[in-house]
């Protein structure tokens, strides 16, 4: 499993969440807010039952009050408690995990803006 396939989870849980998701940047040309947006990391490192491991950031933007930022870091922290997956593709299965991690408010320079990053952290293991 790689990047698109962990990136096409995400967008599409969060899309049932009824969470508006951009990859990276907004660039619709009308801003509804709140929305998120998100970014994956994947680290370089195998663990010893064959398992590699990231992280996704998702910063949530709003416009209006941060209760709005505070019921969308609700919703992915419940989704993602615990999170498990098996996507069977031609050759091989992989099982996916995705845990929330943490939150953490962040100011901007844009007046009225608000932001709340959100952690996840992604697991995955791929057999043959």
Known sequence: MGEKEVLKCIYEELTNLGINYYYMINDSKNVVYP????EYYEYDYK???GSSNGEILLEAWT???????????DKIKEK??????????KNKTT?????YL?????RTEI???KKLEIRLQINYWESE
Do not use: H, M, Q
């Open 35 to 38: 929305y998120v947006t998100g």
């Open 47 to 49: 663990f010893e039952d």
């Open 63 to 73: 416009r209006k009050s941060e209760s709005e930022l505070i019921d969308i870091k």
């Open 80 to 89: 993602f408690r615990n999170y498990n997956k098996i996507v069977a593709d």
């Open 95 to 99: 099982g996916l995990s995705i845990n």
């Open 102 to 106: 943490s939150k953490t408010p962040r």
């Open 111 to 113: 007046e009225g803006l």
